[in-house]
């Protein structure tokens, strides 16, 4: 599924056009995306989490010439899925 098909399925399903559904989509994605920026979690009870995970530095070898290389410390968003949602969907 898209965005094109998950804001018709919003829209359909609340029952709202389908401009309102994407301005709900585009401001659920932004609202999650600040929170997640500003180094917060963001967390849908029965649905999961949303987070950012810290890797720290590490060493990689480049697949190509198998030469030794560093990787930067970086972080990563990361959505951690609840018992409800695991459940229902297996």
Known sequence: MNKTELVA???DKAGISK???DAVVAAFT???TKEL???GKVQLVGFG?????KRSARTG?????GATMKIAASKAPK??????FK???G
């Open 30 to 32: 932004e609202t999650v």
């Open 61 to 65: 070898r480049n697949p190509q010439t």
């Open 37 to 39: 920026k500003k180094g």
């Open 79 to 84: 959505f951690k899925p609840g018992k409800a």
């Open 9 to 11: 399925a919003i829209a």
């Open 19 to 21: 401009k309102d559904a």
């Open 49 to 53: 989490t949303f987070e950012v995970t």
């Open 87 to 89: 459940d229902a969907i």
